[in-house]
């Protein structure tokens, strides 16, 4: 990256009330201002939103994809944290 | 009234939308960045929409069987009634936008003015057009902005867009009897009303962004009446090649 070019920012949609932001890319743009125009132009031509959110990509924090052992697998054999052992009565609806 | 005031109306309102969208369709794949590209092919849609609504209807209004496309693509170029500012090339990006700052300070206005007007389809046009118009005047107004109160270089060049089509901004104003009977008879807001909310909007963009209004007074006018500079021709052979070569194709 040339140091003249503009920052990158992350693009969060939501697709309609109650929903979501979603991920759904990223753009490059000078400023907050910017980057929010350039995000209803690239990102909602198609009437994919009533709202977005930008995020400078610097400030997005991931975590180290080497970590994962430790990160994600102790929860693999966890399988009681889903609340899957409960015997659901007769007559509850819309489980 | 007389539908032909209404239907040349139609044609200015039209011919303005569709030279500027035609103008606009011309960065696509060139845009400075990619973002800015889909940006002005997305202004550059929304006035060829709006040329749609508007063309068809004057085809209705003229009543000789004539839709949007044959209006569009059938016509000479002395018949033609656009701004000649529309019709000016694009030159660089800061060129563009301030072609198009222009036009959208004047066109913001006019449809909300246009919205109360006694043509109900007209009206409904207005309406619909205003929601796109408001947002090609805030990122015009912004980059104007930006580029005026930028750099050093893009402060001179947005400045030098300006020196070059304020010359053209006159002829958005003038009015002629097509004008003034629409307006006698509540079709139309009475533009020099219009005038004073562009002048205030300008004003006040321009002193944001450091730039200032030039003093010449050399003013050029003719579009209205079908007298073009020595580009529309060069934009009629684009816009109308496929249907000269091949009469009545679709697609």
Not at chain 2, 163 to 180: A, C, H, P, Q
Not at chain 2, 190 to 212: G, M, N, P, Q
Request: glycine letters at 6%; one cysteine or more.
């Amino acid at each position: 990256m040339s140091a003249t070019e503009w920052p990158l920012w992350e693009v969060f949609i939501r697709s309609k009330q109650g929903l979501n932001h979603k991920h759904v890319g990223s753009l490059r743009a000078a400023d907050a201002t910017m980057a929010l125009e350039n995000a209803r132009d690239v990102y909602t031509r198609r009437s994919e939103g009533i709202s977005i959110w930008v995020v400078e990509s610097n400030y997005v924090h991931a975590n180290d994809p080497s970590d994962s052992e430790e990160f994600f697998e102790p929860s693999d054999t966890k399988i009681y944290r889903h609340p899957t052992f409960y015997d659901v009565p007769d007559g509850v609806k819309h489980m | 009234m007389n539908n032909e005031a209404l239907f040349r109306y139609l044609l200015r309102l039209g011919d303005d939308s569709l030279i500027l969208g035609q103008r606009l369709g011309e960065w696509c794949g060139h845009g400075p960045i990619l973002e800015e590209d889909i940006a002005l092919t997305n202004i550059a849609l929304d006035l060829i929409g709006q040329a749609t609504s508007i063309l068809n209807y004057a085809g209705e209004v003229e009543g000789k069987g004539r839709d949007g496309d044959k209006l569009a693509f059938l016509r000479f170029e002395h018949e033609y009634t656009n701004l000649l500012l529309l019709e000016q090339p694009n030159g660089d990006f800061g060129d563009t936008i301030m072609r198009q700052f222009l036009f959208d300070a004047f066109r913001k206005p006019l449809f909300e003015q246009l919205i109360h007007s006694g043509d109900k389809q007209l009206s409904a046009i207005a309406e619909k057009s205003l929601k796109e118009t408001k947002y090609h005047l805030r990122h015009t107004s912004e980059w104007i902005i930006r580029l005026g109160d930028g750099t050093e270089e893009s402060h001179q060049r947005i400045q030098k867009s300006l020196d070059n089509l304020w010359r053209y901004t006159d002829e958005i104003f003038m009015t002629d009897s097509v004008d003034e009977e629409l307006t006698k008879n509540g079709i139309l807001p009475d533009l020099s009303s219009i005038r004073s909310i562009w002048e205030e909007t300008v004003k006040s963009v321009f002193a944001e962004a450091t730039i200032t209004i030039p003093t010449n007074n050399w003013k050029f006018e003719g579009g209205r009446r079908g007298r073009h500079s020595e580009h529309m021709g060069y934009i009629l052979s684009d816009l109308q090649y496929m249907q000269r070569a091949y009469p009545n194709m679709e697609w």
